[in-house]
């Protein structure tokens, strides 16, 4: 599908003239020609960003996007305000309503497009996290929360008083640091930092070598960069935007402007992050055990696969499975909760006592598999029974209470051509062996040789 920008004008004329720009660069484009059409669309169709008139009948364009702004379901889309009024209070209105940008009549196309070019960018990126979590869309105390959170910044500018100005302005509500030297500045941003604030306008270094370089480290490819440029640098304000910045503010700069599109990228990049931790926490419950921490049946059987591969190339490793004896027995008379602390234990056992190449799951219940690369049959059977030992040798305490309790473990070493089910089938049948055989013990696949 293609990007779909909303385009809101109460006059005609003005949405032919959007929409044939837009279309040019193939666009997908729907019109609106009143704020709460606006919202309509905005709330129940796909967008990706919106260009909104900030002169309208009625709902205005700086109460739309108010409106836009302050709703969990649009906060996140990107708003550009369009408008001819060209005081910086009105800038400043626009920003503070919510608004990514702020673009006046007549329109330059070549600003237009870079700047619609670089909100789609952190749109998509966005848009690939929201995707990820499960609870994407941002709750009204988590817009509030983002909005006040103080951001660390760092001014990369050689001119003492321009830096000092921008210190002075922020320095009250965020943590600024100023950097002369753009290579120091390029190891410092990689360290903490949630917004780069970067000159255009060095006779020193060049501002654009530095930006198209923090976009091109991986550790900084994501961090918000605001330029700073002169009004008449329009060619470099577009080029700036090419290399991937996210904003830029104009000399001289106004105290209120400057505050208000510092807050706005750091309220992005605030709620990015939090899509990123969500994400991560995502994935680690995707691929580990809640209660113990280890990795979950799902990790286990994808870290196998290049161990399984291996052995088609004349390496080995061997699979033990370990199961807790009794363990029913726990939970009945003791309760799920003591059952829990046990596997916990147990869990915390064979990580501490295993090699640091061992792939050690919990694969389900009271069982636990360990696959360990490079061991025999005989050599990995030696190992589970060090475990084994040591789980019955030394007591668990829960709650003040000495509980004895332990292990029996089956070992398989994987052959060629064997799959993984294959080999887990062997092992889990000699753990049957050893359960059967008295428990407490370790017994190997095929020979079924008590270790």
Not at 238 to 262: K, W
Not at 291 to 302: S, V
Not at 391 to 397: E, L, N, R, V
Request: glycine residues 6%; contains cysteine; charged residues 30%.
């Amino acid at each position: 599908m293609s990007t779909r920008i909303l385009i809101v004008d109460d006059l005609i004329p003005n949405l032919n003239l959007l929409e044939v720009k837009l279309a040019a660069e193939y666009y997908d484009v729907v019109r609106a020609t009143s704020g709460s059409q606006a919202l309509k669309i905005a709330q129940n169709e796909p967008v990706d960003l919106v260009l909104l008139d900030a002169v309208m009948p009625g709902m205005n364009g700086f109460d739309t996007c108010e409106r836009l702004k302050s709703d969990p379901r649009t906060w996140h889309i990107p708003v550009v305000m369009v408008t001819a009024l060209e005081e910086t209070r009105n800038r400043i209105r626009g920003l503070e309503a919510g608004a990514d940008d702020f673009i006046t009549k007549p329109i330059d196309d070549f600003n237009l497009m870079a700047r619609v070019r670089s909100l789609l960018r952190l749109k998509m990126v966005t848009d690939q996290l929201m995707s990820h979590t499960t609870d994407s869309a941002p709750t009204r105390e988590l817009i509030d929360h983002l909005a006040k959170k103080r951001g660390n910044i760092l001014i990369v500018d050689d001119e003492p008083n321009s830096a000092k100005k921008i210190e002075s302005i922020l320095g009250e509500h965020h943590n600024v640091t100023t950097q002369a030297d753009p290579k120091e500045a390029i190891g410092a941003a990689s360290r903490g930092v949630d917004l780069m604030i970067v000159s255009l306008t060095s006779e020193e270094f060049s501002g654009l070598r530095l930006c198209a370089r923090l976009r091109s480290d991986p550790r900084t490819r994501d961090l918000p960069i605001l330029a700073i440029t002169e009004m008449s640098d329009e060619d470099i304000m577009v080029r700036a935007f090419d290399t991937g910045i996210n904003d830029t503010v104009m000399r001289p700069i106004q105290g209120g402007e400057l505050n208000a599109r510092v807050n706005t990228q750091l309220k992005r990049k605030f709620f990015t992050d939090s899509l990123r931790d969500d994400f991560a926490e995502s994935l680690d419950m995707v691929v580990a055990d809640p209660l113990t921490g280890l990795g979950n049946r799902r990790y286990f059987d994808r870290a196998m696969a290049p161990l399984i591969e291996g052995v088609e190339h004349g390496r080995i490793f061997s699979l033990v499975v370990f199961d807790v004896d009794h363990f029913k027995r726990v939970n009945d008379i003791l309760g799920h909760d003591v059952g829990d602390d046990v596997l916990k234990e147990i869990a915390a056992r064979l990580v501490t006592n295993m090699r640091a190449i061992d792939v050690v799951s919990r694969y389900g219940g009271e069982e636990f598999i360990v696959a360990m690369p490079g061991a025999t049959a005989e050599e990995a059977a030696a190992g589970a029974d060090r475990i084994r030992s040591l789980i019955s040798g030394t007591p668990i305490f829960v709650d003040g209470s000495a509980l004895k309790v332990s292990v029996s473990a089956g070992v398989a070493q994987a052959e060629q051509g064997e799959k993984l089910r294959e080999i887990f089938k062997r092992a889990d049948d000699a753990l049957y062996a050893a359960k059967k055989s008295g428990r407490d013990k370790v017994m190997q696949a095929q020979a079924m040789k008590a270790a």
